[in-house]
């Protein structure tokens, strides 16, 4: 019987973080497609179900909060989707209304890879070595 193939979709401004994630976390039975920007994320988000997103919480706009925009959009449309948020700027407010909406895990970066994996094989996701 084959599995079921799980998706995720990384989200981040950095292309090096696009392509790390992508090769590490792509398997025969795991899709991980990237995305830079917030207009494109919202369109992949609307064209496909994803089972983890792993969303960088400011994708352009130094102030911004495009990974909570990510968040909401996520539970409106895809309750059953985890979503996973990260940032370089740790702050109280942001980490309570990510909480708030629903947030699986919010990493301050630098973000230890083995946490990342070990947090997306604890939701299902097939990560160990084929």
Do not use: W
Not at 21 to 39: H, I, M
Not at 82 to 87: A, D, G, K, W, Y
């Amino acid at each position: 019987m084959e599995m079921e193939k799980k998706r995720i979709l990384v989200v981040d401004d950095e292309e090096s973080i696009q392509f790390s994630y992508q090769r590490l976390f792509r398997r025969e039975n795991v899709e991980v497609d990237v995305c830079g920007n917030l207009k494109d994320t919202l369109a992949m988000l609307d064209q496909t179900g994803y089972d983890v997103v792993i969303a960088d919480l400011r994708l352009s706009d130094p102030d911004g909060r495009e990974g909570l925009e990510i968040l909401e959009r996520v539970r409106r449309s895809r309750p059953d989707t985890s979503v996973i948020l990260m940032t370089g700027y740790g702050n109280g407010d942001v980490h309570e209304k990510a909480t708030e909406l629903g947030v699986l895990k919010y990493f301050v970066k630098p973000v230890e890879v083995e946490d990342l994996m070990n947090l997306l094989s604890r939701i299902g996701i097939p990560l160990e070595s084929a």
